[in-house]
């Protein structure tokens, strides 16, 4: 009987390690199944209980301790029963991939120094054997002419089994392992993540303010150091283009820089000129919100580095996830999967140190103090007529003007000026005065 037809199976556990009792099981090594030679006096003292009618949560304390007192002299009286025939036997029709499972088993046999025995039938033809196991026992059994239906007991069977269970824990072994160092990974560039928010958190004041605008200065360097460097192998870019790549960086820029002069310019010229500019713009800023509020600054520095490093940092994730699917098609290339793994995992983990530090260093420049609307005070509320005379206690009657002659359309809004439609309104009272008739 194979591992599929074991789960095809219903399992029924009754009144395990009592005499004459059997328990058909899928799974039995797990936790939670503790078989007891003659049974279990507290469940059995439930069960009683309930056939009794009684509730057991309005149990008295006297009813309990009576049904628990008979179960237990019931379960001793069996438990002896149990023991005289040779305690628990414990029917294997299996052996599992997993040496430790059968342990477990034969464990199950032996609970706490109590007698009991295993034993386990298992076929040539068991995903096991067939997978892991060498055809010569089969072969042997042909030779032999053993009937199929005769269980046979020998060393080399024994030693056949627990070669393939073998073979079996280290293909598992290897494939943990191999998830492990995938995961290894993952887990070192985290480490790094978390390390460099936490120093962002952790920065007083004038700390945060100074690396801010030191990472600033860099990405600076590295922006112009990337348009020079194009243009020094080779690649001639005009200063049209430089202008370009240089701004699209997000980082403000002088007027004086412009895209007819900016080749005309030293990068540590160039450098020095951008620096400079950004560093009067970070100053202005800082003034702006603590004018606003103090210790504004270093929210808005704080909050705009942490945001940006999540924000990526989650998106790299994915993009882990995504390379991780298709990483072992490299296989066919002959090229190890975890190398790569780790090769394209470091280059898009540098892409996201240098693409949120340039955000960061792009959006403080964004940051606005927040503008509070003091609430005014309501006007009270009046009725608007536009025919009513407020304060003129001798108004006139209201007067009705009619523009037209001709009468208006069911669903036009009525002449009257209410803001009805005429079939709402007037146009019955128009019908019955014999309004409009010229007109109808």
């Known amino acids: 009987m194979n591992a599929k037809q074991h789960e095809k199976e219903a399992e029924i556990i ?8 059997v328990t058909i099981a899928t799974n039995m090594a797990g936790r939670g199944v503790d078989i007891l030679l003659g049974g279990n006096p507290e469940g059995l003292a439930r069960a009683a209980l309930r056939r009794q009618g009684v509730d057991l949560t309005a149990a008295s304390g006297s009813q309990w301790q009576k049904a628990l007192a008979e179960a237990e002299s019931m379960v001793e009286r069996d438990r002896q029963v149990v023991l005289d025939a040779g305690g628990l036997f414990v029917l294997g029709t299996e052996r599992h991939e997993a040496r430790r499972i059968d342990n477990q088993l034969r464990g199950r046999s032996g609970r706490q120094g109590d ?69 290894d990974v993952v887990n070192r560039q985290r480490e790094i993540i978390y390390a460099q928010r936490l120093d962002w958190l952790a920065k007083d004041a004038d700390q945060l303010h100074s690396d ?10 590295a922006a112009v150091e990337d348009i020079f460097a194009a243009d020094s192998q080779g690649e001639h870019l005009d200063a049209a283009a430089m202008y370009q790549q240089l701004a699209s960086n997000g980082l403000p820029l002088p007027e004086a ?4 002069n900016i080749d005309d310019a030293e990068p540590e010229d160039l450098t020095a000129a951008i620096n400079e500019h950004i560093g009067a713009l970070f100053e202005e800023k800082k003034q702006l919100l603590e004018e606003a509020r103090e210790g504004l600054m270093e929210v808005a520095e704080r909050q705009t580095v942490i945001r940006a490093l999540d924000h990526y940092w989650q998106r790299h994730l994915t993009d882990l996830d995504i390379l991780r699917e298709g990483i072992g098609l490299q296989a066919i290339a002959q090229k190890d999967p975890l190398v790569e793994y780790q090769r394209q995992g470091f280059q898009m983990f540098r892409v996201v140190e240098d693409t949120y530090r340039q955000f960061a260093s792009r959006n403080i420049f964004l940051v ?23 304060g003129n206690t001798d108004r006139p009657a209201q007067q009705t003007v009619r523009k037209s002659n001709r009468r208006p359309g069911r669903n036009k809004p009525c002449w009257c000026g209410s803001g009805k439609k005429y079939k709402q309104c007037h146009m019955r009272e128009d019908q019955l005065s014999g309004k409009f008739q010229q007109a109808g």
């Open 368 to 390: 606005q103090p927040a503008v509070v609307q003091t609430p005014q005070r309501r006007r009270q509320m009046r009725e608007y007529r536009p025919d009513a005379f407020i």
């Open 257 to 260: 820089i412009t895209a007819e």
């Open 212 to 221: 801010y605008l030191t990472m600033i200065d860099d990405q600076v360097a």
């Open 14 to 21: 009754t009144q395990a390690g009592r005499p004459g009792a």
């Open 115 to 183: 007698p009991g025995e295993t034993r386990f039938y298992l076929s040539l033809d068991d995903d096991l054997m067939r997978r892991f196991a060498n055809d010569n026992v089969k072969r042997l059994m042909k030779t032999a002419g053993f009937p199929e239906d005769e269980a046979i007991e020998h060393g080399m069977i024994s030693k056949s089994i627990e070669q393939a269970q073998i073979r079996v824990e280290g293909h598992n072994f290897d494939i943990r392992k191999r998830v492990v160092e995938y995961d």
